[in-house]
């Protein structure tokens, strides 16, 4: 059955400690100077009063030293986390190049701790001050994010301001992410604090043995679903997710930029340690060494589920093309996709691409009119439609118009960009507050593929699976490859009881089980992984030679990811169309 916790355990020797007075019992007496850095979700207030409790109740005396008070002021913040022209762009920005250390002035200097004393630095960038252990303490970015949507949360260096979702997509996380990922080959200790009556506590020779081990034999990471207005219900009601949530419209399967992968053997003593951390610590294990040549530390192929089942269709949008998206938004490639349509039929469709007739200024006035004067226009007139074929692939190149229509299960295999929905229309339909979605269309009409129209647009993007090898009850079919597109999906097919040999080759692949009961991994170097249906599995670029055996009575459908060779000089990953 589909796991919602898939857990791995520590390295052998790590040091897992639940609880503030056992977390409190890792500090060495005093004299110590402890920075507990972190993201600004965290509430370190209570982070604070907890840990000096602790350590005040065994007689030791703390000073707290919270780095929060000593920000730059709140206009310079800003000044220096914006890009010229972001702030007439309501809608995204370019990701801020500042670093956590251009968020201060001058930073403060502590007097040093007495002969007894713990001095207690925290708060977001802590680590920038002389200390002598160095802790993370953490909140996943689904808590911020839904922190901030509610009113609740702050910006980065913003404390106590009402935050915005934009600022923190664009400015805060790559802040964050770059100050954090610098720090995690010298913490002391990693502090997950989602439950923050008994935070979770692992050491930081322990952490990095576990991520050494993960980055080389199969792993997934924790999935989770968001809400939206569009957002089905097949995930609660297949999967078990959240009964109680309003839908589970988009499934955060593979999103490196935010997944977390859970340590510990139970969820009462856990830690949520970014996947990002592995492509920073082991890429070329991870990724392979020409990947991470290409792509740094980036982990480059995402997978999510688009769950509209008793929901709506999605707006018809596009992506910004590789030009735009790098001088633009910041990024080095762009926000190619497809579409793997895991449940569908007839009466299901699949918006994709311009038909051959469509009339680019009426388009243009169509989406105005619908954005200013509320007009319900048809995206088919201009769109060209699809029978949501259940099995079948669309790839959607950066710039091309598309949209899941209702009734639908996609699985997302895309590139990992996943913030930049350049939206044409949006069918009038409100948010949950009320209030009409953002529709940036001028983002989009900037990025519009229109070389690309009616039979082109089949022939190029609804391609037919082509078989590449076959043995013994089993079958890989290449479902789709672009020039332009950096990675291409494939599928394995196996019957029931067959077996089936594969190898990265210096690549990492990525699994999901699409049809049948699931697969069982198992490795050269011995690992052991059950994928089950609807579950997906990073392979390491370093695992090497593996094996599926189907599992179950009826025939297995797994899809496979993998980054294409370097395209040709002058292209870039993902070239630019």
């Known amino acids: 059955m589909y796991r919602l916790d898939p857990r791995y355990a520590p390295a052998p020797g790590a040091v897992l400690a639940t609880g503030w007075q056992a977390v409190a019992a890792q500090l060495p007496p005093g004299p110590v100077t402890v ?9 370190w207030a209570r982070l604070a009063t907890r840990l000096t409790g602790e350590l005040t109740a065994r007689g030791t005396p703390v000073r707290t030293l919270d780095l929060r008070a000593h920000h730059a002021p709140p206009a310079e913040v800003r000044r220096r986390t914006t890009a010229a022209g972001d702030a007439d762009d309501p809608y995204f920005a370019r990701l801020a190049e500042a670093s956590l250390r251009d968020l201060f002035d001058e930073l403060p200097r502590p007097a040093p701790p007495t002969s007894a004393e713990v001095l207690l630095v925290h708060g977001p960038g802590a680590a920038l001050l002389p200390h002598d252990l160095l802790w993370y303490a ?42 954090r990922d610098a720090l995690a080959a010298r913490l002391d200790a990693w502090l997950d604090v989602q439950d923050y009556d008994r935070p979770t506590y692992l050491d930081g020779a322990g ?11 199969p792993l997934r990471t924790r999935p989770y679903f968001n809400s939206t207005p569009w957002g089905g219900h097949w995930a609660q009601r297949r999967l078990g997710f959240d009964p109680a949530a309003r839908n589970t419209a988009l499934g955060y399967e593979l999103i490196a930029p935010e997944a977390g992968v859970l340590i510990g053997p139970h ?38 589920y688009l769950d509209t089942v008793g929901g709506g269709n999605l707006s018809v949008h596009c992506h910004p093309k590789a030009r ?3 001088e633009r938004f910041g990024w080095s490639y762009t926000q190619h996709e497809t579409y793997y349509l895991t449940l569908g039929g007839p009466a299901s469709r699949v918006f994709l691409g311009l038909r051959e007739d469509a009339d680019l200024d009426l388009f243009r006035k169509e989406i105005e009119e619908a954005a200013h004067d509320g007009v319900p226009m048809d995206p088919a007139d201009h769109v060209l439609t699809f029978p949501a ?52 269309y001028e983002h989009g009409l900037a990025n519009l593929e229109t070389g690309r129209r009616g039979d082109a647009v089949a022939r190029d993007l609804v391609q037919e699976p082509r078989t590449l090898r076959t043995g013994e009850g089993w079958r890989e079919e290449l479902l789709g490859a672009l020039d332009e597109m950096f990675y291409e999906v494939r599928r394995h097919t196996l019957d029931a009881g067959a077996v089936l040999d594969d190898a990265t080759r210096g690549r990492f692949h990525v699994l999901n089980v699409v049809e049948g009961e699931g697969v069982l991994v198992h490795t050269e170097a011995g690992e052991r992984h059950v994928l089950s249906r609807a579950e997906t599995l990073t392979v390491p670029a370093a695992v ?8 179950g ?12 060779p370097e395209p040709p000089a002058g292209t870039g990953p993902g070239g630019d169309r």
Not at 414 to 424: H, I, K, N, V, W
């Open 35 to 43: 920075a507990v850095d972190g993201p600004p979700t965290v509430d």
């Open 138 to 179: 953490d909140l996943p970015k689904r808590h911020a994010e839904a922190a901030v949507a509610s009113g609740a949360g702050d910006n980065l260096g913003l404390p106590g301001e009402r935050a915005d979702l934009r600022r923190l997509f664009y400015a805060d996380w790559p802040v964050l992410d770059r100050h």
């Open 207 to 217: 952490l990095r043995a576990t991520l050494a081990g993960l980055a080389r034999r």
């Open 267 to 304: 969820p009462g003593q856990q830690v949520e340690i970014p996947f990002q951390l592995l492509c920073v610590l082991h890429p070329d294990a991870l990724l392979g060494p020409e990947v991470a040549a290409r792509f740094g530390t980036s982990f480059p192929i995402r997978f999510d």
């Open 324 to 326: 735009y998206m790098k």
């Open 389 to 440: 074929e259940q099995g079948r692939l669309f790839m959607i190149p950066a710039g091309t118009p598309h949209a899941s229509g209702a009734g639908n299960v996609v699985l997302e295999i895309s590139a990992t960009p996943y913030l930049y929905s350049l939206r044409f229309y949006d069918w009038l339909r409100p948010d949950a507050d009320g209030r009409s979605r953002p529709l940036p």
């Open 544 to 551: 090497g030679p593996y094996r599926l055996a189907a599992v």
């Open 553 to 564: 009575e009826t025939p297995v459908r797994v899809v496979k990811a993998l980054v294409r």
